[in-house]
């Protein structure tokens, strides 16, 4: 029950801790006259990761592999299939095609990626910096495109900015305000990890199994929280554009940092299967928004179904 507490705890101060964070940062991106489209990019679609990114380093410092990979495996998995499929049941996601065709494509590829480089089992630090190069790369990639060719996606992360409408406006709350985020989100993970790893030893789940889904989804409530309040708001590229960016900052950032800090061990049922389903719904996403260009109703209860099914075959047929 103490170790429930725990992961409970760590997640309300992860939550708490990468909204603070974000606020800040905008507040601060703002009064340094940072554009609107490159604070919704970097800040707010990445900044959303800001609990994923730090469980997964404090664990591979940590030694706890499982953890650091299965919180970015089953995050990315968990905001396509859960969080998505509970926004386009909400509103049914219409997307601009342009960019988001451009992040998708990108989800896909860094996909593929993760896979080619645990072929061998593990990822080093010669893995961790392609990753972060391949992040560079996108990162200029999308300035580029929006800055000189007015992608439509530029309106996205303008919005996306503008989703977190209550930013301090003082230097003192600025500041206050990411000092704090970073603080609760450091002493989040560690009361987080705590927990995970009591409930797994408590009950004989291996910690990939806890990091895939239990750390994952606590950890992606950032996401799920801006996702949920844009198809409220009808700001169905928000929600879409959040993910894709997130998604993308999860493998190539912070699996990234992590290996550079610690090379780490890919545990085997993440090679058989976790992975396979990382790629299959990236791929699944990739078809509806080229297909119908939109996320129906129908689309996001298949998208839930799938995560439902998901976490019975993690834990019965692939809790090993």
């Known amino acids: 029950m103490l170790n429930i507490l725990f992961l409970l705890i760590g997640i309300a101060l992860l939550t708490v801790g990468g909204e603070a964070l974000i606020r800040g940062s905008l507040a601060a991106a703002k009064r340094l006259g940072v554009s609107p489209l490159l604070s919704g990019l970097v800040i707010v679609g990445f900044g959303t990761s800001a609990p994923e990114l730090v469980v997964s380093v404090n664990a591979a410092v940590e030694g706890r592999p499982d953890i650091a990979i299965g919180n970015v495996v089953g995050s990315n998995i968990g905001n396509i ?23 998708a494509v990108t989800v896909v590829s860094a996909s593929v990626l993760f896979l080619v480089l645990v072929g061998g089992s593990s990822l080093g630090r010669a893995d961790a910096a392609i990753f972060l190069v391949a992040l560079g790369a996108y990162l200029l990639w999308a300035y580029w495109s929006e800055s000189f060719h007015a992608a439509p996606s530029g309106e996205l992360h303008q919005a996306e900015a503008d989703e977190l409408s209550t930013i301090p406006k003082t230097v003192l709350w600025t500041v206050t305000a990411v000092v704090v985020g970073l603080l609760l989100l450091i002493g989040g993970s560690q009361v987080l990890l705590i927990g995970a790893i009591g409930i797994a030893a408590h009950f004989g789940v291996p910690e990939a199994v806890i990091g895939l889904t239990l750390v994952a989804v606590g950890t992606s409530l950032p996401e799920l929280s801006i996702s949920v309040i844009a198809a409220i708001r009808r700001h169905a590229d928000v929600a879409v554009g959040n993910i894709l960016g997130s998604n993308i900052f999860n493998l190539l950032g912070i699996l990234g940092v992590s290996a550079l800090l610690q090379p780490l061990p890919v545990h085997a049922r993440i090679l058989q299967f976790d992975q396979w389903v990382m790629l299959g ?27 439902g099914i998901y976490v019975w075959l993690s834990f019965t047929v692939f809790g090993g």
């Open 81 to 103: 299939l859960l969080i998505l499929g509970i926004c386009a049941l909400i509103s049914p996601l219409a997307v601009k095609p342009l960019a988001l065709r451009r992040d």
């Open 281 to 307: 719904t990236s791929l699944l996403l990739l078809l509806f928004l080229y297909t119908g260009r939109r996320l129906s109703r129908m689309e996001g209860g298949v998208l839930l179904i799938g995560y």
